[in-house]
């Protein structure tokens, strides 16, 4: 049998590990661990949200107040889930939503939450406030459950 | 006037503090909004206010907040100066029973 090239065994190698890091993530995936990113500029909100959702077991939760602090971590963080309010400070949340998916975060679904439910209208997910504990915590699992692992690692090498 | 003892869920304990001083400020700021007449602002602190208060377990202030935010609304200066003095009353019952009691 003939040797392969070193190219192409540098190639197998790299490729092997992208493989091996894509699996470790997505078995964590798998096994309950989840990223979510809770984006409102109210620090109520997002402090109630953390506090709810610390008992998800596995799961690392992301808040921020403002929006640009978001935009700037969740390109490198890639939360698994984002809830999203409507109604921020400065960007509005849809708009914010778009600037996401252009991101990486374009398979990430985002959740979005509003006290009024006019706005949530056409929203695939939404969760209207305000936020009770079973309902946010059943709505989120049943989130989760629907969602695949989208592999994070494919995006960053691409 | 008498309000409900406020029963706070034991998993906010935690925050419960932070929620309390945060509400106070935002009673500040909504005064002084309604003591300028900004209906604008009002409504818009209102808002902010009702996204939170039922899921703290503070039912009363939700109901008079959204007082508030109606006459705000409707721009009834009469109206909201009444409600402002029932929220007054209300966050005076909320320092009695999270702050001094604390």
């Known amino acids: ?158 | 006037m008498n309000f409900k003892p406020i029963l706070v869920d034991p998993d906010l304990n935690d925050i419960i503090d932070g929620f309390v001083q945060n509400t106070i400020e935002d009673y500040k700021t909504l005064r002084n909004h309604i003591e300028k007449r900004d209906y604008n602002q009002v409504r818009k602190l209102c808002h902010r206010i009702l996204g939170t208060a039922i899921s703290y377990g503070f039912n009363d202030l939700d109901t008079i907040v959204k007082l508030i935010q109606k006459a705000a609304v409707e721009e009834i200066a009469p109206d909201l100066d009444q409600h402002l003095a029932i929220l007054t009353s209300h966050i005076d019952f909320i320092k009695e029973q999270f702050l001094l009691n604390g």
């Not at chain 1, 620090?43 to 959702?53: A, C, D, F, N, Q």
């Not at chain 1, 706005?119 to 969602?147: A, C, F, I, M």
């Open chain 1, 1 to 158: 049998m003939k040797r392969p090239s070193s190219e192409v065994l540098s190639l197998m190698h790299n490729n092997s590990l992208l493989e091996k890091e894509a699996w470790s993530r997505k078995d964590l995936f798998d096994q309950g661990y989840k990223k979510i990113a809770v984006i409102d500029d109210c620090p109520k909100t997002t402090s109630l949200i953390r506090t709810y959702l610390r008992e998800m077991t596995m799961s690392e939760i992301l808040t921020f107040n403002d929006e640009f602090d978001a935009l700037r971590s969740i390109a490198s963080e890639r939360p698994d889930l984002i809830l999203l309010d409507i109604q921020l400070q400065f960007i509005d949340g849809r708009k914010l939503s778009h600037i996401l998916k252009e991101i990486n975060c374009d398979q990430t679904p985002i959740i979005f939450m509003s006290l009024d439910h006019r706005l949530l209208r056409n929203s695939q997910y939404s969760l209207q406030k305000p936020l009770k504990k079973d309902g946010l915590q059943k709505y989120l699992e049943q989130v989760l459950s629907e969602t695949r692992y989208h592999g994070r690692t494919s995006t960053k090498a691409s």
